[in-house]
């Protein structure tokens, strides 16, 4: 059984690459790579596409931000086997949690770190938009559990998560979740995991109720009064933006989860500004949008991001980055449309640390579901 759930994640996976404290600072893992980041699950469906000569199909270019030296390999300690200036353009053929797998037509293969490369784009209408992997699987953790750096039961904890979370995940391997936590990777052991649910291989394939794709963001569950203040918030912005919207419709985030005011139910929380973190109304729920956000990209035949602002050149830690998306007044907003010719549901589960979103086909409640396994 779970090598048909590996062969159905490596499905997902591989059409998506052919084709947290409260808030940690900005840029808080840009300094060292974290010790797992997917590349052992990532980098060789990337480089299977290479032809004869070597070179894998180039999915992406970008924009070095800064003069850097190219990696032998994913660690930044590695040889150098050359340098980008400033502004140079990157041939992108894969990436994981915190590297980009780049190719040079002289030097071949090389790495560099996420935050230094921007103005990612796809080279193909095909290739889906740039920065998250797709989420195969949603589960319930059945058991008190363990989120570690790798899957032993022995490992290093990385977090620890009560019975009764919601989460989503890339993929099975040998018994356990392959979970992306922040900027790496963590493994949940499968049998303290129910309500074990694949998320639907193609649009086509699912059925009203059936989930088309999900993302899961991780909080602190610190009881300071600012961070009661976020998991608040967080909490308030999913039940605000959890609804069916209709064909056609466009879903502006500050209009319907905001605004972001005491009226409204939101408390004071850190908020970040401009990489650093002030105390304001409404904090955390830009990491309800920026969920969202990484919900939307995989989607991109049906879903349509009309527009999205980056919280700045560090992003947000508790996403990969350059796939997070700020939230509050002006141009900090999530705006998108529902494209599809059926209607969408988002549906959002915080608590425990974990917030999980997916959007799910049709005008789905969680009643009529329960109503459909019992009937």
């Not at 924009?63 to 660690?75: N, V, W």
């Not at 493994?187 to 694949?198: F, I, R």
């Not at 009881?223 to 967080?234: K, S, V």
């Not at 956000?293 to 349509?304: C, D, H, K, R």
Request: glycine letters at 10%.
């Amino acid at each position: 059984m779970q090598k048909a759930f590996r062969h159905q994640s490596l499905l997902c996976r591989a059409l998506a690459l052919a084709l947290s404290a409260a808030l940690l600072p900005a840029g808080a893992f840009a300094a060292t790579k974290p010790s797992d980041v997917g590349y052992g699950i990532l980098y060789p469906e990337a480089i299977a596409t290479a032809d004869a000569s070597g070179k894998p199909a180039i999915l992406y270019v970008g924009r070095a931000k800064i003069s850097m030296r190219m990696r032998s390999q994913p660690d930044a300690n590695s040889e150098a086997v050359g340098a980008v200036d400033a502004r140079d353009e990157i041939q992108i053929f894969g990436f994981d949690q915190y590297w980009l797998y780049c190719w040079d037509d002289e030097k071949g293969v090389y790495y560099l770190g996420r935050h230094n490369v921007d103005e990612i784009t796809p080279l193909s209408p095909d290739t889906p938009a740039y920065g998250v992997v797709p989420n195969a699987f949603t589960a319930v953790t059945s058991a008190d559990t363990s989120l570690r750096v790798s899957p032993s039961a022995s490992a290093d904890e990385i977090a620890a998560y009560p019975a009764g979370t919601r989460l989503s995940f890339w993929l099975i391997e040998d018994g356990w979740a392959v979970v992306p936590y922040r900027r790496q990777v963590g493994y949940m052991y499968l049998g303290d995991l129910t309500e074990l649910t694949p998320v639907s291989p193609t649009v086509d394939y699912a059925r009203d109720g059936d989930i088309l794709a999900a993302f899961t963001t991780f909080y602190a569950v610190t009881h300071t009064e600012l961070n009661i203040g976020r998991m608040e918030n967080i909490r308030l912005g999913c039940q605000y933006i959890g609804k069916t919207y209709q064909p056609g419709e466009e879903v502006n985030f500050n209009t319907t989860a905001g605004p972001y005011t005491r009226a409204r139910g939101y408390l004071p929380s850190p908020v970040l500004i401009d990489g650093g973190t002030v105390a304001g109304y409404g904090g955390g729920t830009c990491q309800v949008s920026t969920t969202l956000y990484n919900v939307l990209l995989q989607l991109p035949q049906g879903m349509t991001i009309v527009h999205r602002r980056p919280h700045g050149p560090g992003g947000a830690s508790y996403a990969p980055h350059g796939v997070d998306a700020a939230v509050g007044r002006g141009e900090l907003n999530l705006i998108f449309r529902n494209d599809f010719d059926f209607p969408i549901t988002i549906d959002c589960t915080a608590q425990n640390g974990s917030l999980c979103i997916c959007i799910r086909k049709g005008a789905w409640t969680p009643e009529a579901e329960e109503t459909t396994v019992e009937g």
